[in-house]
């Protein structure tokens, strides 16, 4: 995680294979948030590829919403597609 003045930008997160599918993206992806608000952050940004259905049903689930398609993200080649999550602040009205 990288943590500029309101945002966090979730740069790399990937769980092993054979641990996937049982709560640990999850759990670590909690943990992550709950430390960007503690930073200060009030949203969480983070990228995807077009084409992964497990990183975009993941972030979805957690109430990360798209916010746009990029052509060639990764190394000029495969699409990607931006995502965000605002944070909700303990006591923020
Ligand atoms: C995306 C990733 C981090 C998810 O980690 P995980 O530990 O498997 O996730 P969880 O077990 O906490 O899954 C939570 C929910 O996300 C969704 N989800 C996760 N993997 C999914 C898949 N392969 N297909 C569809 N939905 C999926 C499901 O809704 C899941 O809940 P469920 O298992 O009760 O159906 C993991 O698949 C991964 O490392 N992928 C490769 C790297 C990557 O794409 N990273 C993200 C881009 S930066």
Known sequence: MEYWD???HLVLFA???AS?????GSSI???LEACAVVAGSKRVRVEARLDSV???SFYNQHGYHEICLKRRMYSGAADGVNLEKWLRIPNDA
């Not at 996937?20 to 640990?24: E, L, M, N, P, S």
Request: cysteine-free; charged content about 30%.
């Open 6 to 8: 309101d945002d966090a």
């Open 15 to 17: 769980v092993r294979p």
């Open 20 to 24: 996937q599918r049982q709560g640990v």
């Open 29 to 31: 992806l909690a943990w």
């Open 54 to 56: 497990a990183a975009r």
